[in-house]
């Protein structure tokens, strides 16, 4: 089946580490993602990884995937305000195929 | 380089009335997808098209119907609009034989249905 959960709310302060989460159930996914969406406006995508990767290291980005528990998360070093947003998980089983996205995990950073 | 665009920005239909949204791709791309967004809600896929035909469906009644055209662009059409169709509808834009593995989206069109 397709289903791709993610917990709704994480607030951390500025500077510190953000790890978002998510799990994900067709053991068939071939591309995971990241996706970032500010209010009103579209989905930017931030990073994404293959299933035959287990790291993914851009910037103050890190992704980890744990393909035996169809597991991934994301962590942002240095957290910045700018940072507040709405992530969202999203895998796919050819890179060009459907998106499931996950419900979404709110970010907020404060001072 | 546009990146992908959508019209109109915001709308405002009646239960009962049809709507058509539009999506020009990145310059470069073949493929676009639509999705819908509730409030609150992860973004949900419609269907995609290529080579003007319709290559993958989510699971959406045949109320929602699109087309593409030969330079690559859009439309979603919704007849008989519900309440429930109120929501965010984002147009996704890919290049399908290069097996490129990002989908860029535009800023959607919020529809509100009352």
């Known amino acids: 089946g397709e289903d791709v959960e993610q917990s709704l709310f994480l607030s951390v302060r500025e500077g510190d580490s953000s790890v978002i989460n998510c799990t994900y159930t067709?053991?068939?996914?071939?591309?995971l993602y990241w996706y970032k969406q500010e209010p009103g406006a579209g989905l930017q995508l931030l990073t994404y990884?293959?299933?035959?990767?287990d790291m993914k290291q851009d910037q103050r980005l890190t992704v980890l995937l744990n393909k035996k528990d169809k597991h991934l998360s994301l962590r942002i070093a240095d957290t910045q305000t700018g940072d507040s947003a709405i992530y969202f998980c999203?895998?796919?089983?050819?890179?060009?195929?459907?998106?499931?996205f996950g419900t979404g995990t709110r970010l907020q950073v404060f001072p | 380089d546009a990146g992908v665009t959508q019209s109109p920005t915001h709308l405002i239909k009646t239960r009962g009335q049809q709507v058509t949204l539009r999506c020009s791709p990145k310059?470069?791309?073949?493929?676009v997808s639509w999705y819908q967004q509730a409030l609150g809600q992860g973004p949900q896929f419609i269907f995609q098209y290529y080579e003007e035909e319709e290559r993958q469906r989510g699971n959406f009644p045949d109320r929602f119907s699109g087309h593409q055209f030969p330079n690559y662009s859009s439309e979603l059409n919704v007849n008989a609009l519900w309440l429930g169709d109120s929501a965010l509808y984002l147009c996704a834009s890919s290049y399908f034989e290069r097996d490129s593995y990002e989908q860029y989206f535009g800023p959607g069109t919020r529809l509100t249905v009352t």
């Open positions: 310059s470069g791309h073949d493929t």
């Open positions: 067709d053991s068939s996914s071939t591309y």
């Open positions: 990884i293959f299933s035959n990767m």
């Open positions: 999203a895998e796919s089983i050819r890179s060009t195929d459907k998106l499931i």
